[in-house]
């Protein structure tokens, strides 16, 4: 019946199998070639007699494989859960309105700073990194912050979606006359910031994201349960034990917390947390949640590197920005999706 | 099989101060097939989700297992009942054998894994239902017939003394409306769990059903096995409305035409009867006729053309079909006698 490519025995070795070979590439390709020996060697702590494949590896790939691990993870993870949550197939990470949270957070200390102190961020260094990530922290978890308290007094699952898309609309349109008042130099930050980067980070603070991404995606595991029952709908949910309010928190809660991690440290990366969980979906032909969080981070992680990788193909001089990659790799998926199912639910 | 597993006394169900129906009481035995019927509008949805517990009462009390439903917290009430809901519910990539796993989520661990005990209990209810040949299929590919006997098999799984079902009818040709009811039947009759479903297939659930809960408009309930419900003349009351008139002895209904002229017919049989039913949805009485009614509809059963029309004791035409029959009877003016507007009920 279920073709063996779909069989779950299969399907996991076989994309951890696919995700090795794309962190691989992600390592060895680029601008410039890197033998595959050398990478591990260089990888391993071994060191290299090439200095400069050590200085490139260490410094720029290496931060950038782990960081888009980490953020491909969490994004899938994060839009698979809203998904479900909201049984809507165009849910995903940004729909409670926390990217927006924390574009608006970013959006006040690059461009309102800057005015009022008169200096430019850019040339604060390090300095001025945290404090974007403070920033859109603060903002992402303050939007996170209302959304649960809405959740908790309304209670239904569709306010609250409509409730995170009006917060999303409304702090775009702040940060619009925000960027109407500011310098160009601030602008120019900002918009930098919005295009999404994997490679903000050195591989001690790459590290410590990938511990702050990876450990709660995992943690996600424990939703499963819940996952599957919402995904029949409350009523069901709650006829088969579910304490419907309290699953609703964690799933936002988790949900939430990643896509604010994410967003701070790499900016707004839009698509992957809406195409990876029809993919995970997709090949393997089940509703639980168990295989299809681990589907999702599997695939999250491979999704974010193969943009990674095509962002900076070689024979370019520089890198495309990630979100014009993550966006025409995500359209097609979506869209394939899409047309693949017109015939089974309809 | 006495014991009474779940009874409501002077309920009364609504939303927020708006009472929809009060003063219900009713019992549920253990073991039976009840059938909760009334008009749209009534309340039969209040009142199940009130039992399930969906939504508060507004007074009285439901107790299940000597215990009352509205204090006991999600887990304890989901092993005390199960739904199947009218919601159409679409859950991308389910399929039957995983639906009805989670139909055992109140047993199972923080992960929901199914261990082998759990896994025996849902082949059963698949079995048991009839739709475990579709296993592996997923829920959007299934017939509505096949999609609700997956819930049922959910419900069958989740191991409740009571299973509350929503209209589970509604949607389901003919034949599928057997089935599901005779399944319904079946789960009571061998497993001894009560089952609660509302319907508006009365011809079915008097056949089916050991007890009626009938819900009145803004209330009381009248209860009772569907035989003393009839000998009450319970469903009379329940449905009086102009043009419909219940008929106790087949547990039908028949609609009342209106008739506005009559003809003599001589004859006897099934033809004669199906002769009179097509002329009186035309409006028309049959009355018997009498040796010097020159102007007659008579009907032979042995002859190759059964109906004949004479018209001053000259067989004019004679047919064997009712309908070409019944058009030539509509022609012939001076057969019909004009009589005043009155009623008579279908067959």
């Known amino acids: ?346 | 099989m006495n014991k009474n597993l779940l009874h409501i006394r002077n309920l009364s169900i609504g939303y927020g101060s708006k009472i929809v129906a009060g003063d219900l009481s009713a019992i549920v035995p253990s073991g039976e097939l009840i059938c909760l019927l009334g008009s749209n509008g009534t309340g039969k949805s209040t009142l199940m989700r009130s039992i399930c517990g969906f939504q508060p009462v507004l007074g009285g009390l439901i107790v299940i297992d000597n215990r009352e439903v509205h204090q006991l917290n999600e887990k304890e009430l989901s092993k005390q009942i199960a739904v199947v809901l009218t919601d159409r519910v679409v859950v991308p990539n389910a399929n039957v054998q995983e639906l009805v796993g989670y139909g055992r989520s109140p047993y199972t661990g923080m992960l929901g894994r199914l261990n082998a005990a759990d896994k025996i209990i849902v082949a059963r209810a698949m079995e048991q239902c009839g739709i475990a040949h579709k296993k592996d299929s997923l829920l959007t590919s299934l017939s509505d017939g096949e999609r609700q006997k997956a819930f049922i098999a959910k419900a069958l799984a989740q191991d409740t003394p009571l299973i509350i079902l929503d209209e589970p009818t509604a949607f389901l040709d003919l034949p599928a409306r057997v089935e599901i009811m005779q399944l319904l039947r079946d789960i009571a009759n061998t497993s001894g769990k009560s089952i609660l479903m509302s319907t508006h297939d009365l011809d079915l659930a008097l056949q089916l059903s050991d007890r009626f809960w009938l819900l009145q408009n803004g209330g009381p309930l009248i209860t009772g096995s569907p035989e003393d419900l009839l000998l009450k003349n319970a469903f009379q009351k329940m449905f009086q409305h102009k043009g419909i008139v219940f008929d106790n002895k087949t547990g039908l209904f028949k609609v009342m035409h209106a008739q506005h002229s009559q003809v003599a017919v001589k004859g006897h049989g099934f033809e004669y009867v199906l002769l009179r039913r097509a002329l009186s949805r035309k409006g028309i009485k049959v009355i018997r006729a009498n040796s010097d009614d020159c102007n007659r509809v008579e009907v032979n059963k042995d002859a190759q053309k059964p109906f004949s029309l004479y018209i001053g004791d000259q067989c004019i035409q004679s047919e064997d079909s009712v309908e070409v029959f019944v058009n030539r009877v509509l022609a012939a003016k001076s057969l019909l006698e004009v009589q005043s507007e009155s009623c008579v009920l279908s067959e």
Request: hydrophobic fraction near 55%.
């Open chain 1, 1 to 346: 019946m279920i073709p063996i490519f779909q069989r779950k025995s299969v399907l996991i070795p076989l994309s951890l199998g696919l995700l090795l070979i794309l962190i691989a590439l992600n390592l060895a390709m680029g601008s410039v070639n890197i033998p595959i020996a050398e990478v591990v060697d260089i990888v391993t702590g071994k060191g290299s007699s090439n200095v400069i494949w050590e200085n490139i590896l260490l410094r720029t790939r290496l931060p950038q494989t782990i960081v888009a691990l980490g953020a491909g993870m969490a994004l899938g993870v994060a839009g698979l859960l809203m998904q479900t949550l909201f049984r809507n197939p165009l849910a995903g990470p940004s729909v409670l309105g926390i990217s927006s949270g924390s574009s608006l957070g970013v959006g006040f200390v690059l461009l309102v700073a800057g005015q009022v102190w008169g200096f430019s961020f850019s040339r604060l260094g390090i300095w001025g990194d945290l404090a974007i990530i403070t920033a859109s922290l603060g903002g992402a978890f303050a939007v996170l912050a209302l959304i649960l308290f809405i959740s908790h007094k309304i209670g239904g699952t569709l306010s609250v979606l409509i409730i995170g898309v009006m917060i999303g609309y409304l702090s775009n349109s702040v940060v619009g006359v925000l960027k109407f008042y500011s310098m160009e130099e601030d602008v120019h930050n900002y918009v930098i910031w919005g295009l999404g980067s994997f490679s903000r980070m050195s591989v001690d603070r790459a590290y410590l994201f990938a511990m702050i991404t990876i450990v709660p995606s995992l943690l996600a595991l424990f939703l499963s349960k819940s996952l599957n029952l919402m995904a029949l709908g409350d009523r069901y949910a709650s006829n088969l034990g579910l304490k419907i309010k309290r699953a609703r928190l964690l799933i936002i809660l988790c949900a939430g917390t990643l896509t604010a991690v994410v967003t701070a440290f790499c900016g707004p990366i839009i698509f992957i947390g809406m195409a990876v969980p029809h993919l995970a979906k997709l090949v393997s032909r089940t509703s639980n949640h168990l295989y299809l969080i681990c589907n999702a981070c599997i695939l999250g992680a491979a999704t974010a590197l193969l943009c990674n990788l095509l962002a900076r193909l070689p024979g370019m001089e520089s890198e495309l920005p990630i979100n014009s990659v993550t966006a025409f790799i995500g359209a097609p998926v979506v869209i394939s999706v899409i047309w693949k199912k017109r015939k089974e639910n309809f």
